[in-house]
């Protein structure tokens, strides 16, 4: 029995409680127009933070893409200049080659010994020279033309 006294005024207060908290809401007065503006102000603030979160996430997409393609051309550019540099090397090498070999076959002239081997060098170096030239220019033609396509399709 105790129980059920004690059960019932645990309940009496909570409805205590809550008749309060209805009295403080009534006297609250209902919404005013002022509050409706604000809730009107608030919704479209609200609106106005996601449609600029939208926009915001689609920049930064269009900023991560350019940013993808500015680093796929710097690695293009760079494996260009890595050819370039190994056809200028190969030309330096070759030339190094003529040079010592075009000396060889000016000491021979000059002791009038005729050298066929000496000569077949001296024509192998020659042609490895113009070889690696042509190379080397081909490489620098193909990084110029890489620099000049994107102003040309630009253009159309």
Do not use: C, W, Y
């Not at 996430?57 to 940013?67: P, V």
């Not at 393609?69 to 200049?81: G, L, P, T």
């Not at 000496?118 to 042609?127: C, H, N, S, V």
Request: glycine share 6%.
């Amino acid at each position: 029995m105790t129980d059920i006294t004690e059960l019932e005024s645990r309940l009496s207060a909570a409805l205590d409680r809550i008749g309060q908290g209805l009295d403080r809401i009534e006297s609250a007065g209902p919404r005013t127009a002022q509050d409706e503006g604000l809730g009107a102000e608030l919704d479209a603030q609200q609106q106005a933070n996601a449609e600029l979160e939208h926009r915001l996430k689609a920049l930064r997409e269009e900023q991560d893409t350019r940013l993808a393609a500015f680093e796929a051309q710097i690695e293009a550019q760079n494996a260009q200049m890595a050819d370039l540099d190994g056809q200028l090397q190969a030309l330096r090498r070759s030339n190094a080659e003529l040079r010592e070999v075009a000396g060889e076959l000016r000491e021979a002239m000059e002791a009038e010994l005729a050298d066929p081997e000496l000569i077949d060098r001296a024509m192998a170096a020659e042609l490895d020279a113009l070889r690696a030239e042509r190379d080397a220019e081909v490489a620098e033609l193909g990084a110029v033309l890489s620099e000049l396509k994107p102003l040309v399709e630009e253009r159309e």
